[in-house]
């Protein structure tokens, strides 16, 4: 079975730091690129970062740009977000997600799409 | 303020079709194939369309999205109470480099 399992959440400071893993099983995780998103209370999705699969290409929302870090260790089959500076604004539901195989075309993001979901942790900045 | 806009809130009785729109731009769907995502309460989003029409294995074939131009649509026909959900639409979009959600929509089964 494909599986996604966040961990990591928990209730922070601001400008407090938090470190999110997703173990993902069930599939050649080393092949794929993935994905954080999130959602804050009674609000809407947004992506927050990619990281393609060998770790070389990365992109990030503007809004955590600077203060989130998102790596991955293939040989443990484990995706990551440090997350430095947290605002209440940070403040959500955070999802690991796996981008649908996209291969040699990875560059492209024609089909861009995430496929697998797991079921989130939750982050909440508050003094 | 997100690139992708969406009506908030869409309903119908059981056995209608409903549709919602998505409004973006040439950077998102102009460029790229649109996806929809269904969000049931309390849960994770699940992939419903991908790359505009395609519906992953074991979605009902009452889902059906489209697109033209900037816009898509998410049709669902045959409405059932089990798609009481919100309902997502996203691109990727070159000039932001980042993956864009829209508003989302609330489906209501009256």
């Known amino acids: 079975e494909v599986r996604l399992v966040e961990s990591g959440g928990g209730l922070v400071k601001p400008g407090g730091s938090l470190r999110l893993s997703c173990a993902a099983s069930g599939f050649t995780f080393s092949s794929y690129t993935m994905n954080w998103v999130r959602q804050a209370p009674g609000k809407g999705l947004e992506w927050v970062s990619s990281?393609?699969?060998?770790?070389?290409?990365?992109d990030y929302v503007d809004s955590v740009k600077g203060r989130f870090t998102i790596s991955r260790d293939n040989a443990k089959s484990s995706l990551f977000l440090q997350m430095n500076g947290l605002s209440a604004e940070d403040t959500a539901v955070y999802y690991c997600?796996?981008?649908?195989?996209?291969?040699?075309?990875?560059?492209?993001?024609?089909?861009?799409?995430?496929?697998?979901w797991g079921k989130g942790t939750t982050v909440t900045v508050s003094s | 303020q997100s690139a992708l806009t969406q009506p908030p809130s869409v309903s119908g009785t059981p056995g209608q079709r409903v549709t919602m729109s998505c409004s973006g731009s040439r950077p998102n769907i102009g460029n790229n194939a649109v996806n929809w995502y269904q969000q049931l309460p309390g849960t994770a989003p699940k992939l419903l369309i991908f790359?505009?029409?395609q519906r992953p294995s074991g979605v009902p074939e009452r889902f059906s999205g489209s697109e033209s131009g900037t816009s898509a649509s998410l049709a669902i026909s045959g409405l059932q109470s089990e798609d009481e959900a919100e309902y997502y639409c996203a691109a990727w979009d070159d000039s932001l480099n980042a993956y864009v959600f829209g508003t989302g929509t609330k489906v209501t089964v009256l």
């Open positions: 997600a796996r981008r649908a195989y996209c291969g040699a075309d990875c560059y492209l993001y024609y089909y861009y799409y995430m496929d697998v």
């Open positions: 990281i393609s699969s060998s770790g070389s290409d990365i």
């Open positions: 790359a505009k029409h």
